[in-house]
């Protein structure tokens, strides 16, 4: 009975056991069966979206083979992953709202940069907000407008996220954002964020690359940022902090690079010791001042060291000499004293070196020599003195090279004791017997040109006869006037002309040319060589019998008879004779006469620059390269008649009718028919001339003249180069600059020509467009000089941190505002 019972109760159990397998097994299978049926219905769901979406009708249509398509990628289970149409062959655009993302249950990447996305933020992120799966974010280089969504703190598991380039995306970082607990790379990159982080943005302890540059963030840099203990990268650049740097952000050990620069930060340096990794130190354009802290040799690691145009005082310090890694340093436009250190010759490295516009002295330490990779040098206008180490020249500014002699003054200018190497190194004491027979030379050369002077000055009348015997008898002295000009006398012409009152004046010729060649080559002035006309005067074109050609500028008659007109005329030829620049108009010579006034100019086929800019198919011509040609070489022309002639000349009409283009499209400033010398014992006080819409406006109420007045000029004329018309409406805007917020530099330039493509292009025009607002400013003591102008264009300039088509107007000339005594032009 026991044995039957035991049977029955195994038999049951087995029954009970196969009938569980049996309902498990059912229940997997339904299970299986069940999430089978999702999986196909979400990849379906999948395809269907994709397909709608319409972003890639252009290729196919053929969604079993989506994971192939460009810009998809997907997980073994064939979901979608990544979505990252490339912007160069597929343009999302409008089609952005076609794209159903809730079906994307795996997506963890999603990149649409470029895709010229138009609409808020919200907008866009109401599409994706509930993407909970998404890792990477990127909406930069698009045309998105408003504050940032606060929706973007449901992407709890973002690490990456980009909205640089939107320029229109404005206000605070919301405080939603201390939700992103993951987020490791941020970049708010050229926008137009204003306000501080909110306190929650201090909780994103993983932050490790923070990059909020060219944007408009105002006040100073909060301590708390010293809380983000793994940020590696910093960059706050371009902006409008003010404030010190604070001490915290010295504390962040784990910083590679720090870029801070074109703010008004202010301040000293101090506590670098613990930037033990940090590889990249940018701090120009700001307000720091003090000394360079012996402490900064402690940066073992430093690549690139920028402490450019700010106020730092005192010595470079030896220790400089302990950054062995260092590649670039640039210590330019500060007021920094004594010698370069010779431990400078330890940074093997060293391939960038900028200490150009300083108050460095002494020698330049022959240390250098160590530095073979050194390829790009300045230590224009500081004190040094003595000779230029050889092996600085290197391959690029070779002592040999035929055109060293531009590329020393580029690199060494301005250093009025110091002395070019001029032989090879295994020849001793070579510069002797070379500068004696120059030195004689000169001595000659100013004795002649104060001879000529003299006679000019004092009105001497020369008597014929003595003339002619003192050349018979070997007169040195008009003898020594005939060599340096190089003219061929005829005794019978000279007396005829002396006799007729023909005063007739030429240089830089053979001295053949006579009044007659002149009258027969324009065939007594005939309107068919006439080339313009002016308000008195006419311009004519005149082929010597040589062959050459040349401009002839002629009084009207009644006009010769009035004393204003004859004063401007003198006070032409006055300082054309004085003046010798490579971009100024060269005057060959000119004929006073009671019958007849003339001028002979150096002959421009192209004709001026406002002739060239208002014909569309010659403005096409001038490139933008071309532009900024012209505007250095106005620049250079400027400077040269504010700083470098024996008496400071002020042009006072300068406009584009006045700049005159050779074959080439070479500038050259011309008229100087109101040119005036400032005199430093005098009021200057003068009446208003000059061209409308070029004159600055501080001239209509004080009527002083003075080189910030040329300064003004010069700017409307640079804008007006770029914009391709006189740019009237640009600087009625200057008094309310904040009407130029929305206003981008690209949609200003001339639109005849192409947008820039190549970066350097673009990066010209910028640099040019910021000068240009510089000098025109409304006060002009905030006006840079021409001498600093001119230095700008030479320095060497950074590439562009942001596209051109992200640089407004406001940038432009916010960077102007604050160059106080350091004018060099921002890196927008």
Known sequence: MMNLNMSLTFTASVMVMLWSTTVLSSYVASQVAATTSATTLSLEREAKALLESGWWSNYSNDTLRRC??????????????????????????????????????????????????????????FNIGNLSTITHLDLSNNSLYGRLSPRLGNLTQLEFLDFSYNQYIAGSIPSEFGNLKNLAILNLTGNRLQKPFPSSFYLLTHLTHLHMSSNQLLGSIPLKLGNLKSLMTLDLSNNFLDGSIPSTLFQLSNLVTIDLSYNKLVGQLTNLNRLTKLEKLLLGFNRINGSIPSKIGDLKTLLALSIHSNFLEGSIPEEIGNLKALVSLDLSQNQLSGPIPPQIGNCFNLEELNLSNNNLQ??????????????????????????????????????????????????YGGNKNLTSYSCSPLKKNCNLPISLPITIFVAFFLFGCLLQ?????????????????????????????????????????????????????????????????????????????????????????????????????????????????????????????????????????????????????????????????????????????????????????????????????????????????????????????????????????????????????????????????????????????????????????????????NIMLIDVLDPRLSPPTCQLVAQNIVHVATIAFACSQADPNLRPTMKHVSQMFLSCQRSLRNPLRTISLLQLVNCGMHMEGSYQAPQC
């Open 453 to 741: 002077l003299l006679l000019w000055r004092y009105k001497v009348k020369v008597n014929p006869t003595s003339v002619l015997q003192a050349t018979k008898n070997g007169g040195c002295l008009f003898q020594l006037l005939l060599w340096r000009y190089k003219v061929k006398v005829n005794p019978t012409s000279l007396l005829q002309a002396i006799k007729n009152g023909d005063l007739f004046s030429i240089w830089n010729y053979d001295g053949k040319i006579a009044y007659e060649d002149i009258i027969a080559s324009t065939d007594d002035f005939d309107i068919r060589y006439c080339i313009g006309t002016g308000g008195y005067g006419s311009v004519y074109r005149a082929q010597l019998p040589s062959g050459r050609v040349v401009a002839l500028k002629k009084l009207h008659h009644l006009e010769a008879e009035e004393p204003a007109v004859d004063k401007s005329f003198r006070n032409e030829i006055k300082f054309l004779t004085d003046v010798r620049h490579r971009n100024i108009v060269k005057l060959h010579g000119y004929c006073l006469h009671k019958r007849c006034m003339f001028l002979i100019y150096e002959y421009m086929e192209r004709g001026s620059l406002f002739f060239m800019l208002s014909d569309d198919v010659q403005a096409v011509e001038l490139d933008w390269t071309k532009r900024v040609n012209i505007i250095k070489s106005t620049a250079n022309a400027l400077s040269y008649l504010h700083f470098e002639c024996t008496s400071i000349m002020v042009h006072r009409d300068i406009s584009s009718n006045n700049i005159l283009l050779n074959s080439d499209l070479e500038a050259f400033v011309s008229d100087f028919g109101t040119a005036r010398i400032i005199d430093p014992d005098s009021s200057n006080e003068t009446r208003l001339v000059g061209t409308y819409g070029y004159v600055a406006p501080e001239l209509a109420y004080t009527m002083v003249v003075t080189e910030k007045c040329d300064v003004y000029s010069f700017g409307v004329l640079a804008l007006e180069t770029l914009v391709g018309k006189h740019p009237a409406e640009i600087l009625s805007l200057l008094s309310a600059p904040s009407s130029l917020q």
């Open 68 to 125: 192939n398509w460009t810009g998809i990628s997907c997980n073994d289970a064939g979901s979608v992953t990544k979505i990252y149409p490339p912007s160069a062959s597929i343009k999302v655009g409008d089609k952005f709202k076609n794209m159903d993302f809730s079906c994307f249950l795996n997506l963890a990447f999603l990149s649409l940069g470029g895709h010229e996305l138009n609409g808020t933020t919200e907008d866009f992120v």
């Open 362 to 411: 002494g020698l330049i330490p022959n240390q250098i020599r160590k530095l073979s990779l050194l390829d790009q040098v300045d230590l224009r206008n500081n004190d040094f003195s003595s000779v230029v180490p050889y092996n600085l020249y290197g391959t690029k500014y070779h002592y040999v090279n035929s055109s060293f002699y531009k590329k020393h003054d580029e690199v």
